[in-house]
């Protein structure tokens, strides 16, 4: 007897939720809803109020995609998800699209400073074993 072969569906993604809420309610709430599920960091900040320049990039977002920003240690608010946003690194701006998961964390975490190091080869006279390698 064959045996049944059944076609699997590809596994769906679940909905993100942030403390059981989906995107949709969250950028449904207002602030003070907001502050009340924001971890303590954030909440901090949020309350000592945005700056100058933090405020400008919100109501570009707002606007519209493509902001440029040094603002690093701003915010991520579930209005700004979905949006792209180049992140100055320190050397050069990187282009984010801001992902759902990345509400409540700051724009720094999505730009890195430091690229990884990779090691070569050793150099000539590095090792014991390269003193007898022949030079060009």
Do not use: C, W
């Not at 569906?9 to 003070?32: C, F, V, W």
């Not at 990187?94 to 975490?109: A, K, L, R, T």
């Amino acid at each position: 007897m064959a045996k049944k072969t059944t076609k699997r569906m590809p596994k769906r993604r679940e909905e993100y939720t942030y403390h059981g809420y989906n995107i949709e309610q969250l950028k449904a709430m207002s602030m003070d809803e907001l502050l009340a599920i924001m971890p303590s960091g954030a909440r901090r900040k949020v309350l000592r109020g945005f700056t100058r320049d933090e405020e400008d990039v919100r109501a570009k977002i707002a606007e519209g995609d493509g902001v440029r920003t040094h603002s690093r240690s701003m915010i991520i608010l579930p209005e700004m998800v979905g949006k792209n946003v180049a992140i100055y690194s320190g050397k050069e701006f990187i282009n984010v699209e801001i992902p759902v998961e990345g509400v409540f964390h700051y724009f720094g975490e999505f730009a890195l400073t430091r690229k990884k190091v990779t090691h070569g080869s050793a150099g000539i006279g590095a090792t014991k074993s390269s003193k007898y390698v022949p030079l060009k």
